[in-house]
């Protein structure tokens, strides 16, 4: 027996069978439209009858350059005969013609496949008998021409807008505006123009023969698959170019044949805000694609419960049905003639991230799905979108965009800008001003900047500059890289093009997509406290075994964290804080000390500083650990940066020629005299590699006073806290470790004085000591390592440059990319952790460290944290937690729990 390639809408079970049972083979054999298709037929839904040519027929088609395999053809001509049957029509019988539609689907629905063509079975004599037939010659001549156009054009491949040329023209003959004007005799000369179109483009008549149409529309389906919009389409979403199309062939059932008929599209839920009622619009009296073409005014689907009560009903039910059935919200097809409803196709509906919540949400509530098919459903990059502000819909379909950098942190932002961090900060702070900063790019001084303005728009840099990371570790919306524009530092303003942008001028940005605008557009805040949202991630919390902790360095942002569902702090970083301006100066005359004393009063100086930012942490999450890092980079980042230095006093002294008064010069004197001293410090501070020179541990070890300062400020602050009933659970952190002999001496002199502290105040603080593992050498004698920390957290940053080799900054602005792009690597290491070398020294790590101690907790902080894929990961193997950013709590909340069914399944 030779194969079937041809299966009835009727005959679903057979090519279920064919396929093992898998919905999803059914789906490739048939592609996605034909197999539901027959899926409806099988429910007893109205269908019109039709067959489905396989994808597999597409595929040996397509290998065999061009030949019909097997009998295909004859089985095609069988299945037309059994329409013919179900109909009690006949093709190509002009006393009762069948007429069908000829439809690509293939697996997945791919712009750029093949546009369906209607009325295929029309041709001079075929089109006589069916005005005899309907009376109405109108509507014949308008099916035909309809034919004759989208034959042309999708598979003889005439131009459309000849097509369209010849309609105007004739509109213009008859004197009307609307096509829907037009005579039958218009359309009678239209259709004969069309078909002398079709013979001088391709110097064939028009096949009158309704079988050569059909052969010819068959293949053209299938070369369809391999045409170039369809090839770059797949290229561009990951599709494979194995999978074929299908093809289906469907007898025609007709929306405009008067008053009584219509045809529509329609969701079966509200594909904006997912609430449970039909969404949708039709035309009275139109065709197919008329009410996508949007050539007349639709009308809402609410309509046709007026109109046509009776179809309204049914088509509720159906809709019903069909959810209840492929258990989704359905995009469904329709179309009615006289009176009769038809469906003619179904599909799952797009739908925006809060629909998607609610549906799936409400679908658990309505028995339809389980809650782990709700919490798959719902993807990380959905959840991104409740946590930021919006632009309006309807602003940013109006607006012009004036440039466009790269999309590093989502969410929409618009205030005045400022060019300055000083600036933005004060005019945030002072001014209660909604501030965008604008930068050539940021430093770690410009954070202050950041954090007061309500995004960030940088001229240079890339995904991973300075300016992304912090912008979304604060969740601030942010555009990088916007090169287009100019910023004129003296001039104080912005240019691109012919627009001048002042300081102080109002610019709207969006984060989503990378796009600015001038002015002041219009936000919307989607709602994290969304209860359907609540609901899935409440429902994620109880399929996750990886617990979600937050990044966080300030009491606000812990607060935040613990609201988004954070259980705990997995990194808080204590440099931040010396950064602050009124820190800064003391920290500078800390590092600038010469002698012991001078330096001690400095740290002494910080203490209680640093006390009360750990006291405020503490309570912010209480119960819960806060793993608070000691001091981590190196010195001179405190200082002013050499080169500037350089320049400044150079600058300084030839100004200093031209003072006149005393104070002048005095004031110039004494800034020299600054600045010298800042110079000494940094030329001695200086290093040729500062990323692997004096930090971390190793100033510890260097400047123990300043990392026993830090631990005295965590349990002061903790014993207060737990004097006043507060449950505080410090976790202190000694950064990149590679020798256990490091630790044990930074551990030993800091957890006396943690016993010191405890003494003295006469509390007991429930505590741990640990370190970070971000040295491949940590990795490899984790066992010794955790016989001296309680705790280990990846740094899988700084872990990932160590274990490449690379600098991140080098290695994002000059080669990384260039790896990517060119197949080297597949991912940037830096957004998604190697699973191959940096996940072997993790698996490694987790194996000989839970061999010493089996209790000592284990997690990642830093940006992988929040990356899905590394969720992913460390789930895999077997960590404690993850700790990102206190706005991705809630993605990693999600992906943890995808982690953890993916798993299971
Ligand atoms: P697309 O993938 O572009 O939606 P479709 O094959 O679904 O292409 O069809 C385009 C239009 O033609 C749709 O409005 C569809 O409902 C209509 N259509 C397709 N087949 C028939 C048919 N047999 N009878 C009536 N209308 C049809
Ligand atoms: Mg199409
Ligand atoms: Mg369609």
Not at 95 to 119: E, H, Q, W, Y
Not at 291 to 303: L, W
Not at 393 to 422: H, M, T, W, Y
Not at 543 to 552: C, E, G, P, Y
């Amino acid at each position: 027996m030779s194969e079937k390639y041809v299966y009835l809408f009727s005959e679903v079970d057979q090519a279920e069978k064919h396929v093992g049972g898998a919905w999803d083979d059914v789906r490739s054999l048939l592609g996605g439209k034909g197999a539901n298709l027959g899926d409806m037929t099988r429910l007893g839904v109205p269908v019109p009858p039709g067959f489905t040519v396989t994808t597999e027929a597409c595929n040996a088609y397509l290998e065999a350059g061009g030949e019909f395999p097997g009998d295909s053809w004859k089985q095609e001509l069988e299945a037309i005969a059994a329409m013919e049957q179900a109909t009690g029509k006949k093709f190509g019988d002009p006393s009762n013609p069948l007429l069908v539609s000829c439809r690509s689907g293939a697996k997945f629905s791919m712009p750029g496949m093949m546009d369906t063509i209607l009325n295929i079975g029309l041709n001079d004599e075929v089109v006589e008998g069916m005005v005899r037939l309907t009376g109405d010659a109108r509507f014949v001549y308008d099916s035909y021409r309809r034919l004759v156009q989208m034959f042309g054009s999708v598979v003889l491949e005439v131009p459309d807008e000849v097509f369209e040329t010849v309609i105007t023209a004739q509109r213009d003959k008859a004197g009307v505006r609307v096509d829907s004007e037009l005579s039958a005799d218009d359309w009678r000369i239209v259709t004969r123009k069309f078909k002398e179109l079709v013979s001088s483009f391709t110097g064939q008549s028009f096949p009158t023969d309704p079988f050569e149409q059909l052969e010819l529309s068959t293949r053209a389906v299938f070369g369809s698959w391999n045409g170039k919009r369809a090839v770059d389409y797949r290229n561009a979403a990951g599709i494979a170019h194995d999978l074929g199309t299908a093809v289906n062939i469907q007898a025609m059932v007709f929306g405009n044949t008067g008053p009584e008929s219509g045809t529509g599209v329609a969701m079966s839920r509200n594909a904006s805000t997912g609430s449970p009622e039909i969404e949708g619009d039709f035309l009275i009296n139109a065709q197919g694609e008329d009410v996508v073409a949007g050539i007349r005014k639709t009308q809402p689907i609410s309509d046709l419960e007026q109109l046509m009560p009776d179809v309204y009903k049914e088509f509720e039910q159906i809709a019903r049905k069909l959810e209840t059935h492929f258990r989704n919200m359905q995009d469904m097809e329709f179309t009615i003639e006289r009176g009769k409803l038809w469906i003619l196709q179904t599909r799952d509906g797009k739908r925006t991230a809060q629909a998607e919540v609610r549906i799936a949400a409400d679908m658990v509530d309505e028995g339809l799905i389980t809650k782990d098919e709700a919490v798959k459903r719902v993807k990380p990059a959905q959840v991104d979108f409740f946590l930021h502000p919006q632009l309006e819909q309807a602003a940013r379909e109006s607006s012009k965009p004036i440039a466009k950098g790269l999309n590093v942190s989502p969410g929409a932002a618009v205030g005045v800008v400022a060019f300055d961090a000083d600036t933005a900060e004060r005019w945030a702070k002072d001014g209660q001003r909604d501030v965008i900063m604008v930068r050539p790019e940021t430093k770690p001084d410009d954070v202050h900047g950041m954090l007061a303005a309500m995004g960030i728009l940088t001229l240079r840099g890339g995904r991973t500059s300075h300016a992304a990371l912090v912008a979304r570790q604060f969740g601030k919306p942010a555009v990088v890289g916007a090169e287009d524009f100019e910023l004129d530092l003296d001039k104080r303003e912005l240019r691109v093009e012919d627009l001048v942008i002042k300081e102080g001028e109002w610019l709207s940005i969006d984060g989503t997509n990378g796009l600015v605008y001038s002015g002041q557009l219009p936000t919307v805040v989607p709602d994290l406290q969304n209860v359907n949202l609540l609901k899935i991630l409440g429902w994620a919390d109880e399929f996750r075994r990886l617990d979600v902790r937050a990044n966080a360095d300030y009491p606000r942002d812990a607060e935040r964290a613990r609201e988004y569902g954070a259980q705990g702090i997995g990194l808080c970083r204590t440099e931040h804080m010396f950064f602050e301006t009124d820190r800064l100066p003391i920290v500078q005359r800390m590092i600038l000390a010469k002698s012991v004393t001078e330096r001690t009063e400095a740290i002494a100086e910080l203490l209680p500083l640093q006390r009360g930012d750990f006291e405020g942490l503490l309570r912010a999450m209480a119960g819960q650990p806060v793993i608070i890092r000691l001091l981590d980079p190196p010195l001179h980042e405190f200082l002013p940066a050499y080169d500037e230095l350089i320049q400044d006093l150079a600058d300084l002294k030839v100004r200093l020629q031209h003072f006149q008064t005393m104070s002048e010069i005095d004031d110039a004197l004494e800034q020299i005299r600054v600045k010298q001293g800042f110079l000494e410090r940094v030329s001695a501070l200086r290093e040729a590699n500062p990323m692997l020179g004096s930090r971390g541990v190793r100033l510890g070890i260097l400047i123990p006073e300043l990392t026993r300062m830090q631990v005295r400020a965590v349990f002061e602050a903790a014993c207060k806290c737990v004097r006043e009933g507060v449950d505080a659970r410090p976790e202190v952190m000694i950064p990149l470790t590679a020798h256990v002999r490091e630790l044990q001496v930074q551990r030993a002199a800091l957890e006396a004085e943690a016993r010191a502290v405890m003494a003295e105040q006469n509390v007991e603080v429930h505590y741990k000591f640990g370190t970070m593992i971000e040295i491949p050498r940590a990795a490899l004698t984790a066992d010794e390592m955790a016989s001296c920390a309680e705790f280990f957290s990846f740094g899988t940053n700084d872990l990932t440059q160590t274990t490449f080799g690379i600098s991140r900054d080098d290695a994002e602005a000059g080669f990384l990319m260039h790896y990517i792009r060119n197949d080297i690597l597949t991912d940037n290491p830096f957004e998604t952790i190697d699973p191959d070398g940096v996940g072997q020294l993790i698996h490694l790590a987790v194996e000989k460290g839970r061999r010493v101690r089996p209790d000592i907790e284990i997690g990642v902080c830093g940006e992988h944290g929040g990356d899905p894929k590394s969720i992913a990961l460390c789930h895999q193997l077997g960590l404690s937690y993850v700790s990102c950013s206190p706005f991705r709590v809630p993605i990693a909340r999600l992906a943890a729990a995808h982690a953890a069914l993916d798993a299971a399944s």
